[in-house]
């Protein structure tokens, strides 16, 4: 039902002939595939985030240390949905577990999905079944400041999602400088620009290898702060979005109104 009333609202949405606003070229080819007819002027705006220097006083070492976490552990900040893929994870971490290799995998974010109840405690049996607990750490819903802290202080992000628009998780991952661990998704390598590890959705033997490779080339506790270019990335997106605006207000104007 969810998924119709969206579909209803992008098509009267469309039908006015309205500007519309992508966040990707993936997002693009992905609007021409499924809405050939569509006439609508697009607009591609890639975001960039500016973190609040006031979410950043926060000690990583302490938050480390408040959720039991080791110094060198990877970072997973994705709802379990089932699209987030966090089965892939929990798979990868039973390989390396077979291998030898002690990995950890920190997750947090909700686990409430109202179109899918049960699906965390199904994913939470696996790593019970699988004497994982040690491995796959979810810490819950944390504050944001605490997001910022973990994602600053992990070797790696992961983002294992099936599907995914321009990801925030790795748009705050880029502005700090944060090695990422990614699916192979269009998305992911135009965000990234190449800049990043892939791996198939449903391939756990590569994601373990990455996994294992990345962890090997840790050296205890570092963290990083926000790379001096992340200005210049969070202008572009603020030129960009303006006058994509402008552009929109623009053909409003020049269109007659309908009496």
């Known amino acids: 039902m969810a998924r119709w009333r969206r579909e209803i609202g992008f098509r009267v949405q469309m039908a006015s002939g309205r500007t519309i606003m992508l966040s990707s070229e993936s997002a693009h080819r992905d609007f021409r595939t499924y809405y050939p007819r569509a006439g609508n002027d697009v607009c591609v705006v890639r975001f960039a985030t500016q973190p609040p220097a006031a979410l950043l006083n926060t000690d990583p070492s302490e938050v480390i240390a408040n959720y039991g976490l080791p110094e060198n552990y990877f970072y997973l900040p994705n709802q379990f949905y089932r699209h987030k ?20 995998v920190c997750a947090s974010g909700s686990t409430e999905d109202r179109r899918e109840p049960g699906y965390y405690e199904l994913v939470n049996a696996q790593v019970r079944e ?9 810490v819950g819903t944390v504050p944001l400041s605490h997001v910022y ?5 992990s070797i790696a992000l992961i983002n294992p999602s099936r599907f995914e628009g321009w990801s925030t998780t790795v748009e705050e991952a880029k502005s700090f400088g944060v090695p990422m661990i990614l699916s192979d998704l269009d998305v992911h390598k135009e965000q990234t620009g190449g800049a990043a590890r ?11 290898d990455h996994l294992m490779q990345v962890s090997r080339q840790a050296r205890g506790l570092v963290v990083r702060n926000v790379v001096p270019h992340q200005d210049d990335s969070v202008r572009a997106f603020a030129a960009s979005f303006a006058a994509t605006m402008r552009r929109a207000a623009g053909q409003e104007i020049s269109e007659p109104v309908a009496r």
């Open 149 to 153: 802290a973990l994602l600053r202080a």
């Open 85 to 104: 893929n966090h089965q892939l994870v929990v798979d990868a971490l039973t390989i390396l577990k077979e291998r030898g290799a002690n990995v950890v």
């Open 130 to 138: 699988r004497g994982l607990d040690a491995q796959f750490r979810h």
């Open 198 to 208: 892939y791996f198939g959705v449903n391939d756990p033997v590569a994601l373990a």
